[in-house]
């Protein structure tokens, strides 16, 4: 059976993305929009929207066109909504990428998505491809042969006037891993982002809330819920260029912060931490949880704590994300459930080994569709087939189900990412790089329980030699981005495949990864 979303439809406009932030910003003038939570930095709504157009005329005399690829390497800060916002103004393509990348995943990124200008921060100036000629890179504060961001900010050309089709052009390429497999790009038009604004613009927080800037902008999560939303209400956002406790807890008491949108291993942290003055969160009232499964005891822990209400959501990169949410204004929906589908959202539960449609209370994969689903993954017709059906309905790899009351709750994950404290880790890609490491005849790559990371990649090893377990996770640190580092090491005499050589992980994760 079909499920419906319980909200009443909404009508998206045949605007830009710019162009519906822009035009709420000139209503808020002198109100503080974004405000950078270690300095004190930042814009009110007036001045953010003459920054971006400022900067959206600066790239165009730089060579900036309709079309071009934007890749925006840094943390979060303001600076970093004004550079996005003037790129796509500018009829451009933004593609955020991670700041701990490493160089080689930084480029491949690049060259993935063709990006022909870089928007970075002095220290990451070294990440950037050193045989790109044609890259042109952007660094806030300026660094030697690279375009200051200033000079941007402070041109006087008029923004281009450039056309653009909100449901056909791109706005945003994040890179998800999707069900399976390496990263691919997600190609986000103006219109997908347009329609999730305003799906969530009613059930997360409200033009009245100060929120705090957590999760990164470059995770679609931090893009969307936290940076574009927060504009389009008019809320204030206090952004952190990175998570830290001291950062975190006098940001949010300097700065009066009413809502936060928070990852579950920081709600955990939050809720256990033994030196935390509980006082110094007393203006947070409201706290939203994504990007992975919330415990319910986490949740109960926190709201008691620091008597606060939270909240869970749900989505993914490929619905610009969110699909699901319990609303601030809904007092009956369960801890545990991700709540009913947003506005304009269809659901349905498919048995996983048969394909049949599941009725409420049965569990299957949850498959979606709405106006918020990807144009499709870039160049790739084959997995934009796999994940997106002749009719539309995006299949998210998680298994669920429904109560009498149409919440929904996430019970398993038939996709064989891995969660580490949200963040998205493909086992395809660490095995690829243990299989390049001498000593590793073959290896497959689980999700192990953590009780503070939520799951941490653990490899399990068919070895040679006697290459040990600390090796060849310094090997590996050195190859890839923090939250993709191999913590754990289990070495087996052989990997359980199927028939067509495919890993059997299932069997891995219910053993524990040990030898059969």
Known sequence: ???????????????????????????????PALIDGPTGRGFTFAEFAESVRRTAGGLAARGFERGSVMALLAPNSPEYGVVFLAAALAGGV???????????????????SGARFLFTVPELVHKAPPDDDALRTIVMGGAAGTIPLGELLESRLPPPRVEIDPG??????????????????????HRNLVANILQTESGIFTGEDTIIGVPPFFHIYGLTVVLHLGLYLGATDVTLPRFEMEAFLDAVERHGVTHANLVPPLILALAKHPSIDVRRLRSLRTVQSGAAPLPPDAARAFAERFDCRVMQGYGLSEASPVTHLAPRAARNIPIESIGPPVAGTECRLLDPDT?????????GELHI???????GYLNDPDKTAATIDGNGWLRTG??????????FYIVDRA?????YKGYAVAPAELEALLLMHPGVVDAAVIPSPDPVAGEVPKAVIVRTGRVGARQLIAWVAERVSPHKKIRRVEFVDSIPKSASGKILRRLLREHGGRAF
């Open 168 to 189: 056909a052009d791109v706005a945003a390429l994040p890179y998800s891993s999707g069900t399976t497999g390496w990263p691919k790009g997600v190609q986000l038009t």
């Open 355 to 363: 394909g049949a449609e599941l009725d409420a209370g049965q569990r």
């Open 94 to 112: 933004n593609t955020p990428i991670n700041p701990t990348a490493t160089p080689g995943e930084v480029s491949a990124q690049i060259r993935d």
């Open 1 to 31: 059976m079909t499920f419906r979303s319980p909200v009443p439809s909404i009508t998206i406009p045949d605007v830009s993305l710019p162009d519906l932030i822009l035009r709420r910003a000139e209503r808020f003038g002198a109100k």
């Open 369 to 375: 569709r709405g106006p918020q689903v990807m144009k």
């Open 398 to 407: 998680d298994i669920a189900s429904t109560d009498a009351a149409g919440n």
């Open 415 to 419: 996709k064989e990412l891995i969660k």
